[in-house]
């Protein structure tokens, strides 16, 4: 029996397109493949480097080296009483078992063991003179690759170091590793395909938040003394207050951004940050002191000239701290309520003033300003950075919404408005918008943000004390609960700086008490909520301290207080 020709070309054509696709599949695993091989070199060089100084220095005590707080480890630094390779190697030995317990660390930067060798030579301290630093996978370091966690940013070495990374060499720092993201960073879980899950170090069972999720559990174990990541969400806070550690994201561009790798290229509404993260506020300080300095102000000018502000920072007049317990859109699970609760009253019995600060219509802001400015473009770019990749990771909902055309986002916008108002809100975000549009977006957002400042100088406040999401989720759950940023995002939308101190720990009554959680819409999203929460006795749990823009040392003043006041209270319990 003879085959139509017509059909035989048919055959033909859709087999040689199964073989290409399979071809090419193939060489995007063989490349998935070679990522996680030069990673798990990374680790070997790291343990053949730290067992080398060992076998030569039997003798050094590391363990107390790793217990010293930042500013004490600089000084001790500085002044040559601690060697530089005894600090070193410790932390590169602690920084690969941390590594091997959460899988944290994509790369080892192994010209750091270089810059150490050059350093002794020099005799120019900075700083963070022979500080060693950890950097997040999206902030460029030259010669190493930026992947995002895609297939298509692997051997693309960034030709130099970002701004950031620059004016750390300049202080003294050594960066030494590149830790993991979720791809594309629009997640605060910490998965990509090609390096895998990162878990926290505290409940391998929980993420370490995200997307600087290899920063929080780095330096969360202890594996770092000081981390750098970004900021566009949460993707600081998330990390620190699930690790229990701290962190500051500052005003957008008190540290510079050129070099830093964006998830979502271009895009103004919601204002991203470079932060550090350490495990206390004063090693904050120090970083903030050793980065706002002329280098940073000459490499990057358009980052304002503004040195660290010793005088703001110290001092110790009272404050007028606003406060609120919920937003209205995210319920506070029980320990974040009483985080807040016990703060303020630390906060009160030590002379400070606390006044009431009402959050009104969250929903629009994340839906139309927070959503609606990511993914203005309907999510055509977002869209197009996936093309070649073998997984859309934990952010298939937005893939699946952005893919729709418009006239289906409207529909099923208003099919679900009755039942699911917060959905339908999400949706009808999603949808294409015109220059115009944009342009609008942009105004609504600056008069937003003008009656938000209104309304703190109505109250005559210095600072704010806020809710922080918490204790860290079970892994695998922040992608069905996009709509929790609630509380994070808002400050990227204001563009104010922020940081995130542990306060509390999940208690036995706090546990019997998320029973009754319902949530404020009793949708999905809060029953999945109460899930990703469920077994979270003893993780830490911390609150968020907000100050206005370009006043990040009030916040950090504003953190000191809140972190000396809670140390005080576990020691008197």
């Not at 510079?256 to 509404?269: E, F, N, P, R, Y």
């Not at 040195?307 to 701290?321: A, G």
């Not at 009656?451 to 406040?461: C, G, P, R, S």
């Not at 922040?478 to 939308?493: Q, R």
Request: proline share 6%; net charge positive.
């Amino acid at each position: 029996m003879r085959v139509p020709l017509p059909a035989l070309l048919c055959c033909s054509a859709a087999s040689l397109l199964l073989l290409l696709r399979w071809r090419r599949r193939r060489g995007l695993w063989r490349k998935v493949k070679e990522a996680q091989r030069r990673q798990e070199r990374s680790l070997v060089q790291m343990e053949a480097a730290t067992q080398r100084f060992r076998e030569q220095h039997p003798s050094v005590n590391t363990t107390s080296i790793l217990s010293l707080p930042l500013p004490e480890l600089s000084k001790k630094l500085r002044d040559g009483s601690l060697p530089l390779e005894h600090v070193f190697y410790a932390y590169v030995g602690k920084a690969v078992q941390i590594a091997i317990e959460t899988n944290c660390i994509t790369e080892y930067l192994q010209e750091s063991e270089t810059q150490l060798q050059k350093m002794k030579l020099s005799g120019k301290p900075g700083l963070l003179y022979g500080v060693p630093v950890s950097i997040k996978d999206s902030i460029d370091c030259q010669g190493h690759d930026s992947t995002l966690g895609f297939i298509k940013n692997l051997n693309k070495p960034a030709e130099e170091d970002s701004v950031v990374v620059q004016v750390l060499r300049r202080q003294g720092a050594i960066p030494f590793v590149k830790t993991n993201v979720p791809q594309s960073l629009i997640s605060y879980d910490c998965k990509n395909l090609l390096f895998g899950q990162t878990y926290n170090p505290l409940l391998f069972t929980r993420t370490p938040g995200g997307s600087s999720g290899g920063e929080g559990a780095l330096v969360g174990g202890g594996g770092s003394i000081l981390g750098f990541g970004t900021d566009v969400g949460g993707s600081l806070r998330f990390p620190a207050a699930f690790c229990g550690i701290c962190a500051l994201k500052p005003t957008g561009n008190r540290l510079s951004k050129k070099g830093v790798i964006s998830g979502v290229l271009g895009q103004k509404a919601v204002v991203s940050a470079v932060g550090p993260m350490a495990k206390d506020v004063e090693s904050l300080a120090l970083c903030m002191r050793a980065l706002l300095c002329e280098d940073m102000f000459s490499l990057d000018s358009t980052v304002p000239p503004l040195p660290f502000n010793e005088e703001v920072y110290s001092s110790t007049r009272p404050l007028r701290i606003g406060y609120y317990e919920t937003d209205f859109f995210t319920m506070p699970g029980p320990t974040m309520r009483r985080a807040v609760r016990e703060t303020k009253q630390l906060l009160e019995d030590a002379g400070h003033t606390l006044v009431p600060f009402e959050l009104t219509d969250v929903d629009n802001t994340l839906f139309n300003f927070c959503v609606k400015g990511i993914f203005a473009d309907g999510g055509a770019s977002f869209v197009k950075k996936f093309k070649g990749e073998l997984e859309r990771g934990s952010v298939r909902l937005f893939f699946w919404l952005a893919k729709s055309p418009d006239w289906l986002k409207t529909v099923l916008s208003w099919i679900a408005k009755p039942f699911v108002p917060r959905f339908s809100g999400l949706i009808r975000s999603m949808r294409s918008n015109t220059v115009d549009d944009v342009w609008i977006l942009h105004h609504e957002i600056e008069e937003f943000c003008h009656q938000f400042i209104a309304q703190w100088k109505k109250l005559n406040l210095d600072v704010m004390l806020c809710p922080m999401l918490g204790p860290a989720l079970r892994i695998g759950y922040p992608g069905k609960l996009s709509v929790a940023v609630s509380y994070t995002m808002l400050y990227n939308i204001l563009d104010f700086p922020v940081g995130v101190v542990p306060v509390t720990m999940v208690t036995e009554e706090d546990e019997e008490e998320l029973k009754g959680y319902q949530g404020y819409f009793r949708d999905w999203w809060d029953r999945t909520l109460v899930k990703a929460f469920r077994g979270s006795e003893g993780l830490p749990v911390a609150v968020q301290c907000v100050a206005l823009p370009w006043q990040e040392e009030l916040c950090l003043r504003f953190m000191k207080e809140v972190e000396t006041l809670v140390l005080k209270k576990n020691m008197i319990f």
